[in-house]
């Protein structure tokens, strides 16, 4: 009767390493986003990536500053936080990527 437990369709992709980075190398609007802590930014990311903390207070003042035409490729350590940063994405109408697996699914 009621389904409490479906859930959401996404309005983002999850994507395998490396067709994350492929996908992100070919397209001209590529924004990387890396959404762990400083100090996880700080102890290696992918080349290239800005940091933008998802657990921040400014996150969600800092998504009003992006660029709508961009597309967004967004990367945590496992996928999970970048999973709920690109749903917050979608949800304002980016295009928006998740590395699923996190960072160490980059290829290198």
């Known amino acids: 009767m009621f389904n409490i437990f479906k ?3 996404k309005n983002y992709e999850d994507l395998d390493g490396k067709t994350f980075k492929a996908k992100f190398q070919s397209s001209p609007k590529a924004v990387l986003l890396d959404v762990r802590t400083a100090g996880e930014f700080a102890s290696g990311t992918i080349k290239g990536a800005k940091n ?3 657990s921040s207070s400014q996150f969600q003042v800092a998504l009003t500053t992006l660029d709508q035409d961009k597309e967004y490729f967004v990367f945590c350590r496992s996928g999970n936080r970048s999973g ?3 749903n917050m ?3 304002q109408g ?3 990527y998740n590395l699923a697996g996190g960072v160490g699914a980059w290829p290198g």
């Open 89 to 91: 994405l979608s949800a």
């Open 7 to 9: 859930t959401a369709p």
């Open 84 to 86: 709920s940063a690109c």
């Open 52 to 54: 933008l903390d998802i």
């Open 94 to 96: 980016f295009k928006a």
